[in-house]
């Protein structure tokens, strides 16, 4: 009898461990995504095969050239467009290309004329700041909120026919938007910023989730409630504590009052330590004061890619990783993270 009761003691606290560790175990898998979902994970000898093409808008008479990354894998995959900001091109920006599309997305990056990269190059050195401003109005915005809804058909149309590369590559039920600057500016048009009185205008609903780089406010905007109280799709807002831009007078404030702003679910906001507003570029900007701190890509890519696996694949693990400790795993001390 001893004996016997002995290994029946033994038995209990055997129970009690593993129920410990079962405990723990699930409380690990909630908080960091489940097992081994990591977000910068990829194909160690992935290159995307890069497509450039251009869309013929004929009802405005306009080009619009595109960059195309596309992952290995032949079946519709997921689309992220990304706009680039003042100055820009297709072929910035070519680190998140290439991480998405090794994520399985289509990452399509289109130029957008007057505000691209034409603004400057042949200026001499002393008048490229004044074209730069010139084509930060109202004019190219326009122009760069029209590009999408016209990329989003012309996809649509090569996805489906013809002999186009595209020509089944794309998931066009699942499509997200990202954007740099007057990209971001340009992605927050499209996906629910409202006028002043709380009234959409340039909403595309193919699009379900977006990125914004270095977004801002309106100029001159009190109640900023009805501008984005009605965003109704996921929102991630990604800034630093120096992202001053070098034309206008967006600074880290005017891109931190987005977030308080807009209502609960899927939201998200990163403020990067130090980071200036080339911090999400490819490179150094003139006027940088700080060194680029590489963990900076790092969060950027890790935090994209599980918004993009949450929202873009419906995959828990990732929203376990994004909404739980995970993004703890990649950040700094003094980078700020929150979501609600």
């Not at 042949?122 to 401003?133: N, S």
């Not at 900023?224 to 630093?240: D, N, S």
């Not at 890790?302 to 873009?312: E, H, R």
């Amino acid at each position: 009898m001893p004996s016997t009761m002995r290994h029946s003691s033994l038995s209990a606290n055997s129970r009690a461990t593993v129920l410990v560790a079962f405990l723990l175990c699930a409380a690990l898998t909630r908080a960091f995504g489940g097992s081994g979902y990591d977000p910068l994970t990829v194909p160690s000898s992935f290159k995307p095969e890069i497509v450039d093409l251009t869309i013929k808008d004929t009802a405005r008479q306009r080009d619009i050239p595109i960059r195309v990354y596309l992952p290995q894998a032949k079946a519709p995959a997921p689309v992220i467009i990304f706009s680039h900001g003042l100055g820009g091109s297709r072929e910035g920006s070519a680190y998140l290309g290439d991480h998405w599309s090794a994520r399985g997305y289509v990452a399509v990056f289109p130029q957008h004329l007057g505000s691209d990269t034409s603004v400057w190059k042949d200026k001499a050195p002393e008048e490229r700041m004044g074209a730069l401003r010139q084509a930060a109005g109202l004019q190219n915005f326009l122009l760069r909120v029209k590009d999408i809804p016209v990329t989003l058909d012309q996809l649509e149309q090569w996805n489906t026919s013809g002999e186009n590369v595209l020509k089944g590559r794309l998931d066009l039920k699942h499509v997200g938007m990202s954007g740099h600057s007057f990209g971001a500016v340009t992605t927050q048009a499209v996906s629910g910023q409202a006028m002043t009185n709380g009234a959409p205008i340039f909403t595309d609903e193919r699009i379900k989730a977006v990125l914004m780089m270095s977004p801002s406010r309106p100029h001159r905007t009190g109640d900023l409630g009805p501008v984005f109280g009605g965003v109704k799709i996921p929102w991630m807002l990604m800034t630093g504590t120096k992202d001053v831009s070098p034309v206008g007078d967006a600074d880290a404030a005017s891109r931190i009052a987005v977030y308080p702003a807009l209502p609960s679910g899927g939201k998200y906001e990163v403020v990067l330590d130090g980071a200036e507003h080339s911090a999400f570029g490819d490179r150094p900007l003139p006027g940088d004061s700080e060194p680029r701190n590489p963990n900076h890509h790092r969060v950027i890519l890790a935090l994209s890619t599980a918004f993009w696996d949450t929202w873009l694949r419906d995959d828990a693990a990732a929203k376990a990783w994004l909404e739980g400790n995970g993004p703890t795993s990649v950040l700094e001390k003094g980078d700020r993270w929150q979501h609600k």
